[in-house]
């Protein structure tokens, strides 16, 4: 039992590449959720999904695109990656009952 | 979901018990308090969580004030191991509810020898 899975890792990307970080969780989670962190700050709302085929904004949006064509996978994508956009991504993945957030390890991605 | 407030950082000795104000006084009936930790660049670690009373698990345990506009995480006997950023949110975990999840950024428990 997996959990929520995150990858990559890690990745290094130039100003203007495109990248896909994938969130594959086996909990059966209803919600989905990706932030970014930037160092000494909290985590912030990119993205958010309840149910499969759909998704919503959340209060840092721009510059990034999300799919969830599959219940257990909540895709985010760079098209187009800014140094702006260097942080730590955490993938969530909650239930509709519990509440409660079980979060991946997180991605680590520098845009040079 | 109704804002938190926490202090930034906050000091403890080793053994002794760490106790975690946050301040939730615009939350709703149906709202619950949540308790999550982040340790060093981990991701976010659930603790525990509550509506009105008082809970208890095997990690800490969570006082909510009568009013419920604030509550207290308690780390019983604090150790090294539990030097984390501590986040405190409030949420309705009803059911069909787009839940926009936010996260401040906590408070810095820093435990010492």
């Known amino acids: 039992n997996a959990g929520v899975t995150q990858t990559p890792k890690f990745r290094v990307l130039k100003t203007g590449q495109s990248m896909t970080l994938l969130c594959a969780q086996d909990m059966n989670h209803e919600y989905m959720y990706w932030y970014r962190q930037d160092p000494g700050m909290g985590l912030r709302l990119i993205h958010y999904s309840v149910g499969e085929g759909t998704t919503a904004k959340g209060e840092v949006p721009d510059g990034y695109n999300v799919s969830r064509l599959k219940k257990q996978n909540f895709l985010l994508g760079l098209e187009s990656a800014a140094p702006s956009q260097t942080s730590v991504y955490f993938c969530?993945?909650?239930?509709?009952?519990?509440?409660?957030?079980?979060f991946g390890e997180g991605s680590r991605l520098t845009v040079l | 979901d109704a804002k938190t407030t926490q202090p930034t950082s906050m000091d403890c000795a080793e053994g002794r018990a760490a106790n975690l104000p946050c301040n939730h006084s615009t939350i709703s009936g149906n709202e619950y308090v949540y308790w999550y930790r982040q340790i060093h660049s981990q991701g976010p670690q659930y603790i525990i969580h509550?509506?009105?009373n008082n809970e208890t698990n095997e990690m800490a345990s969570l006082i909510i004030t009568e009013d419920r506009k604030s509550s207290t995480l308690i780390l019983p006997h604090a150790t090294l191991r539990d030097t984390a950023v501590y986040y405190c949110?409030?949420?309705?975990?009803?059911?069909?509810?787009?839940?926009?999840?936010?996260f401040g950024t906590g408070t810095r428990l820093q435990v010492t020898l």
């Open positions: 509550g509506l009105k």
């Open positions: 969530a993945g909650c239930g509709r009952v519990s509440g409660e957030l079980f």
């Open positions: 949110i409030v949420r309705s975990p009803t059911i069909g509810t787009a839940s926009k999840l936010t």
